[in-house]
Every structure is written in C-alpha cells, then in structure tokens.
C-alpha cells in the first residue's frame, strides 16, 4: 500500500519561510515524477511545483516561480517544497502527490497517490 506523509506545514507572516517534506512509502518511489498542489478554502486544486523521476527537470506554477523550489532524494524516498517569500495568497492546503509516469504533469488526474494534506497559513 503506497503511502505518503507530509509534514512542515503552519503558520507564517508575510515574507517567511516554509519547508514540506512528502515522505513515500510501499511503492519504488525513484521511478515516478512528484508534484505538490494546493487547494485554497472555496478554490479547486491547482498545481504548484513537479519534479521528473531523477530530479533533473522542475516545473513551477507561474504565482510561485523564483519563490518556491521542489527538490528530492530518492534515497531517503522524500520530495520536498521549500517555500520563500511567502504571500497571503499561498494560504491553503498543500498536498504532495505521485504521478503514473516518470514525466512532469501538471494535470491532478496523472498523479494516482496523494497524501493527507499540510496546512499553510501565511499572515498579512
């Protein structure tokens, strides 16, 4: 059973700083691109950040481009979201997420295991 844990999520003001980390387990995690979304109170789930299956290609959502860097280590299976600059509008839950492929998506229905979710609370 594939398994992913979140953790780093909270509460900062405006211009702090975050970290999440998406620990993976029950599946060969290096064969498989990662992505975090988001979902704001009332807003559909939106893409955020994804990584190719080694690391080497990133994407990045427009809103959090040159703010945000997604990174990960296969050998310790965990994928992580460093998150400066933070604005009031980065409020929402964080959901890391592993995709059917090694390739990029940024379409939720391409990524068949989620986690539980991270709060991001970012004060003005």
């Known amino acids: 059973q594939v398994q992913l844990v979140e953790s780093g999520g909270g509460f900062v003001q405006t211009g702090g700083s975050l970290r999440l980390s998406c620990a993976a387990s029950?599946?060969?995690?290096?064969?498989?691109?990662m992505g975090w979304f988001r979902q704001a109170p009332g807003k559909e789930r939106e893409f955020v950040a994804g990584?190719?299956?080694?690391?080497?290609?990133?994407v990045y959502a427009d809103s959090v481009k040159g703010r945000f860097t997604i990174s990960r280590d296969n050998a310790k299976n965990t994928v992580y979201l460093q998150m400066n600059s933070l604005k009031p509008e980065d409020t929402a839950v964080y959901y890391c997420a592993s995709a059917r492929k090694p390739t990029i998506s940024l379409n939720t229905y391409e990524y068949n295991y989620w986690g539980q979710g991270a709060q991001v609370t970012v004060s003005s």
């Open positions: 029950g599946r060969t995690f290096s064969w498989y691109s």
């Open positions: 990584i190719s299956w080694t690391g080497d290609r990133t």
